[in-house]
């Protein structure tokens, strides 16, 4: 039984500063709407897109320019047999300075091949972190894409 979370990795010219801000900032990089503040530890949000998606987060360790993770607190993925199979799952951000560039590793704690929005649930975060974070933090300007 394979027990791996989800991750994916970028790397940006952009300071650990631009990228901290820049995730911290979901509303330019996410489509759907989004409730409530993203700015501080213990903050809590709710994202939810159309009939599909509905999530509620908070954040549960921040650490300027280093480490962001939300805690998911509810959730209702209207197209799994489990609708709240997110529930008690994390999305950690981590960033890291190397060879004078940032780069930055998301890890969807949770999301495991196991769950039945794996396959759905990994590509959406892949667009969100890869274009729309990317796209955001490179440019100023944010790809919003769906998270399924």
Not at 21 to 37: L, T
Not at 65 to 88: F, G, H, M, P
Not at 108 to 137: A, K, R, Y
């Amino acid at each position: 039984m394979n027990k791996q979370d989800f991750t994916t990795t970028i790397e940006v010219e952009e300071t650990p500063e631009q990228v901290f801000n820049a995730i911290n900032n979901p509303r330019a990089w996410w489509s759907g709407e989004i409730e409530g503040s993203t700015v501080k530890l213990n903050d809590e949000f709710t994202y939810r897109y159309k009939e599909f998606h509905l999530s509620k987060q908070r954040i549960v360790e921040m650490i300027p320019d280093r480490k962001v993770v939300w805690l998911v607190t509810e959730s209702q993925i209207n197209y799994a047999e489990d609708k709240k199979e997110w529930t008690d799952t994390k999305m950690s951000f981590e960033i890291f300075e190397m060879d004078n560039k940032t780069q930055l590793r998301f890890t969807h704690q949770g999301l495991i091949p196991e769950i039945e929005c794996f396959d759905s649930c990994s590509n959406s975060w892949s667009q969100l972190i890869q274009q729309g974070l990317f796209s955001l933090i490179t440019t100023g300007k944010g790809e919003e894409i769906f998270l399924g």
